[in-house]
């Protein structure tokens, strides 16, 4: 909902109580996430010590099925313009998550969701990032099992990617017919993020908009976006 401060206080209240509770599998999925909301915050040297710190000790205490994901420094190196240290993290996840794929069972069912669909969409915002737009649409190929019916808003905001991808390469057709499915998909949930990453496409179309399509892709964003933050 974009409430930031709130949330970090639920975030440190968590870690509290994950210590209390001596669940280290707990206590690093907190880290983790809270290393991505200061991201999004624009911290990302912050952040990319806080999920460092996650795996670390994810590395020594917790189950091996869950450092994929506690390593997830790769959109903080991102945001620091990091290609070397991006294409690390990343290829260090994908070890990691075929390592805990041979040892089925141990899995945290808090972390059930991260499987290799979701390592590749993620992988497709870091090369969106990166202005590497050939990379992030073969990583959107192996992105694609993940339903929007189960992942709503992971599939609009990977959506929104892969439409500026396409603008990246100069391929307004493509861009606006994932822009308009993104919409729909993120029509049907309210959250700050998917607004503001609905704003990025509007944003990126600005070369285009002249196009009689632009303005009407861009009304339908105001129309069907919650947040009132597309302009």
Same mark, same amino acid.
């Given at each position: 909902? /974009? @409430?930031? +401060?709130?949330?970090? *206080?639920?975030?440190?209240? +968590?870690?509290?109580?994950? %210590?209390? $509770?001596?669940?280290?599998?707990? =206590?690093?999925?907190?880290?983790? !996430?809270? +290393?991505?909301?200061?991201?999004?915050? $624009?911290?990302?040297?912050?952040?990319?010590?806080?999920?460092? =710190?996650?795996? !670390?000790?994810? @590395?020594?205490?917790?189950?091996?099925?869950?450092?994929?994901?506690?390593?997830?420094?790769?959109?903080?190196?991102? *945001?620091? =313009?990091?290609?070397?240290?991006?294409?690390?993290?990343?290829?260090?996840?994908?070890?990691?998550?075929?390592?805990?794929?041979?040892?089925? /069972?141990?899995?945290?069912?808090?972390?059930?969701?991260?499987?290799?669909? @979701?390592?590749?969409?993620?992988?497709?915002?870091?090369?969106?990032?990166?202005?590497?737009?050939?990379? +992030?649409?073969?990583?959107?190929?192996?992105?694609?099992p993940m339903s929007a019916s189960d992942f709503t808003r992971?599939? =609009?905001?990977?959506?929104?990617?892969?439409?500026?991808?396409?603008?990246?390469?100069r391929d307004l057709d493509r861009a606006l017919a994932d /822009?308009?499915?993104?919409?729909?998909?993120?029509? %049907?949930?309210?959250?700050?993020?998917?607004?503001?990453?609905?704003?990025?496409?509007?944003?990126?179309?600005?070369?285009?908009?002249?196009?009689?399509?632009?303005?009407?892709?861009?009304?339908?964003?105001?129309?069907?976006?919650?947040?009132?933050?597309?302009?």
């Amino acid at each position: 909902m /974009g @409430r930031h +401060a709130l949330a970090q *206080r639920h975030f440190i209240q +968590a870690l509290r109580m994950a %210590k209390a $509770g001596g669940s280290m599998n707990v =206590g690093c999925h907190v880290l983790t !996430n809270l +290393a991505l909301q200061t991201t999004l915050r $624009g911290y990302p040297d912050a952040a990319v010590d806080m999920a460092q =710190g996650a795996y !670390n000790r994810a @590395r020594q205490h917790a189950d091996p099925a869950s450092w994929p994901l506690h390593g997830s420094s790769r959109p903080a190196h991102t *945001r620091l =313009g990091d290609r070397r240290s991006s294409a690390a993290a990343l290829t260090e996840s994908e070890r990691l998550l075929e390592r805990a794929d041979t040892a089925p /069972g141990n899995e945290p069912s808090l972390i059930a969701y991260y499987t290799p669909a @979701r390592m590749s969409a993620d992988a497709v915002e870091i090369h969106r990032d990166l202005n590497l737009p050939d990379a +992030a649409l073969r990583w959107n190929e192996q992105a694609t099992p993940m339903s929007a019916s189960d992942f709503t808003r992971s599939v =609009g905001l990977r959506m929104t990617l892969v439409a500026t991808a396409h603008l990246q390469r100069r391929d307004l057709d493509r861009a606006l017919a994932d /822009g308009e499915r993104a919409v729909v998909i993120l029509s %049907k949930v309210r959250s700050a993020r998917a607004s503001d990453y609905l704003t990025e496409v509007v944003r990126a179309m600005a070369p285009w908009r002249r196009d009689p399509r632009v303005a009407a892709f861009s009304q339908l964003a105001r129309q069907d976006i919650t947040p009132a933050t597309v302009r």
